[in-house]
Each structure stands twice: as structure tokens, then as C-alpha cells.
């Protein structure tokens, strides 16, 4: 008797359950509906923010910016770019405030400085980044094309399995370059367009010796697979090197920047140290000390250059 009167209330209890169990379901698809059509009105009710950097990207300065922004690899657009310039204006300027007791002006000065010269260092160490990671992927991309041909594809489908088979940055490229050659583009004029883009001189070496088998024919799966083997052995030295010369890279960054933290820092201990520096004897010192920086700098740099 028990046990009937248990399992009637076991089935009772699960009935119940299952029931709010589905008016549960129900509710939770009508708030994602809610949700859903909230948002979607939300797209229509754009903010001024968003339409502004929206007419923005159609002008002409965008355009140029954005390929800019393309070719260093960031992932912004450029209202979005012109957007985190302006913040990170802004927070340096209240930093500089802040932290190193300046008055407004020199913190407008400095902090325009300090983003106009981070911009351009950014694209420029983006885009050697890109180039320099490019080049990286040479070896195996000898190594596909060799591959390829030794397999009895032409050069033109060697490039074509490079596109799908390699890795970003080199991918795009070669993607780009068998999307011409699909077109119709002829070999030399895509392949130097492409030499154009990457401009480094191992990847002239690479387009030179394609050229020249292209033309001139030959083993090309053998002259592929040494070179391979040869940039292999070049990109390892470069590590070497890279290795080596750290200390003294790592140097060239510290130096100029320990003098401006120091003075800076000294400025908020002493109110008013920073005021002989706008004297006509105080501008002189300034010029001497930012020469002398800038040429520190540039001397250290060009010295752990080594070019192999």
C-alpha cells in the first residue's frame, strides 16, 4: 500500500514539474523575443556617435586611413581608430595632470606629442610585424610550391594550394596573387606587384628566382627545396642574433625614456622645476639634451643592427 501511495506521488510530482517545467520554456521564449525586438529596434535608434563615425568612413581621408590601417594589421575602422586616439588624448592629459603636476597647456603639448609620435611608431612596427612575419613563412612556402611541382602542378596551382594551405599573412597575399592570375593577370606582373607590397629583399630573392624558372624552366622543384633549406638556415641565425643583441635593443628604449620619467617626476616633488627649461639658457640645454637623446637612440639601434 505504501509503495502504490509512493509511486502516485512520484508520478503526481513529476507531472507537476513537467508542467512548469513548459510554462517555463514558454516565458523564456517570449523574453528572448522581447529581447531580440528590443534590439533590433535599437539598430534602428542609432546614437549620434555611430552615424557620425558611420559618414566618416565614407570620406575620402577614411579611406586612406583605412588602408593604412589594413596594411599594419589592426582590426579597427577608422572612426573606431580616430575614436581610441582621442580617449587615449584624454587620459594622458588628466595622467599628466595627475601624476606629474603639469599645468594644462604642457599637458596639451605633451600629450599631443606623445600620441602623434605613438601612432606612427604603432603603424610602422605593425606593418615590419607583418613583413617581418611574412618573410618568416618563406621557407615553408618553398617548401609547398616545391611539393607542388614535384607532384606535377603547375607554378600557377603551386600558388594557388599556397593560399589555402599557409597561414596568415603570407595567405592573403597569395590569395590575392592567385585571384589575379585567375583573372587573367600575367605571372611577372602579379607577382612584382606582390614583390611590391612586401618590399624585403628575401622575398625579391624568392620572386626573383620564380621569375627566372618561370622563364627560363629548369628544376624548379630542386632550386625550391634548397632555398627552403637556405632560408631556414637564415632565419635561425637571425634568432640568433636577435638573441644576442636583446640587452642592448631593450637599452635604446630605456635611455631616452629615464631622463623625461626622472624630470617629470621631479616637477611633481619641486613645484616649479620644470619653469628654467623656458628660459632662453634652459631652451638650449632642452635642444642639447633631446639631440643628444635622439642620437643615443639612433646610434644604439643602428649598432645591434646587424644585417645578415
Known amino acids: 500500500m505504501i509503495e502504490a501511495f509512493?509511486?502516485?506521488?512520484?508520478?503526481?510530482v513529476l507531472i507537476i514539474g513537467m508542467y512548469f517545467f513548459l510554462g517555463y520554456r514558454k516565458e523564456k521564449r517570449e523574453w528572448r523575443k522581447n529581447v531580440q525586438q528590443f534590439y533590433r529596434d535599437g539598430e534602428r535608434r542609432k546614437s549620434m556617435l555611430i552615424v557620425i563615425g558611420t559618414k566618416y568612413d565614407e570620406t575620402e581621408s577614411a579611406k586612406i586611413l583605412e588602408k593604412k590601417l589594413v596594411d599594419a594589421s589592426i582590426?579597427?575602422?577608422?572612426?573606431?581608430?580616430i575614436g581610441a586616439l582621442i580617449v587615449s588624448y584624454m587620459g594622458l592629459v588628466i595622467f599628466l595632470q595627475t601624476f606629474f603636476n603639469l599645468n594644462m597647456l604642457l599637458s596639451l603639448?605633451?600629450?599631443?606629442?606623445?600620441?602623434?609620435?605613438?601612432?606612427?611608431?604603432?603603424?610602422?612596427?605593425?606593418?615590419?610585424?607583418k613583413k617581418q612575419?611574412?618573410?618568416?613563412?618563406?621557407?615553408?612556402?618553398?617548401?609547398?610550391?616545391?611539393?607542388?611541382?614535384?607532384a606535377g602542378m603547375t607554378l600557377n596551382q603551386g600558388i594557388q594550394l599556397v593560399s589555402h594551405e599557409i597561414a596568415a599573412p603570407a595567405k592573403m597575399e597569395f590569395k590575392r596573387l592567385a585571384h589575379e592570375l585567375s583573372l587573367g593577370i600575367d605571372f611577372n606582373a602579379g607577382i612584382r606587384s606582390m614583390e611590391k607590397r612586401v618590399d624585403d629583399k628575401e622575398f625579391?630573392?624568392?620572386t626573383a628566382t620564380m621569375l627566372i624558372q618561370k622563364k627560363a624552366g629548369g628544376n624548379l622543384y630542386a632550386v625550391l627545396d634548397?632555398?627552403?633549406?637556405t632560408l631556414e638556415?637564415?632565419?635561425?641565425?637571425?634568432q640568433e642574433i636577435k638573441t644576442m643583441t636583446a640587452e642592448q635593443r631593450y637599452i635604446s628604449y630605456i635611455v631616452p625614456v629615464i631622463p623625461i620619467f626622472l624630470v617629470l617626476m621631479m616637477n611633481n616633488i619641486i613645484d616649479g622645476f620644470l619653469e628654467p627649461l623656458?628660459?632662453?639658457?634652459?631652451?638650449?640645454?632642452?635642444a642639447f639634451f633631446l639631440t643628444g637623446t635622439i642620437l643615443t637612440f639612433v646610434i644604439v639601434r643602428k649598432i645591434t643592427n646587424i644585417r645578415v
Open 233 to 238: 638556415e637564415r632565419k635561425l641565425l637571425k
Open 133 to 150: 612575419l611574412l618573410v618568416e613563412q618563406l621557407p615553408e612556402i618553398c617548401r609547398v610550391l616545391a611539393n607542388a611541382t614535384r
Open 109 to 129: 603639448v605633451i600629450a599631443l606629442l606623445m600620441i602623434e609620435g605613438g601612432r606612427r611608431v604603432l603603424f610602422i612596427i605593425r606593418k615590419n610585424k
Open 278 to 286: 623656458f628660459t632662453g639658457l634652459g631652451l638650449i640645454l632642452l
Open 6 to 12: 509512493l509511486a502516485m506521488l512520484t508520478v503526481l
Open 204 to 206: 625579391q630573392l624568392f
Open 226 to 229: 634548397e632555398m627552403s633549406k
Open 75 to 81: 582590426g579597427f575602422t577608422p572612426s573606431e581608430f
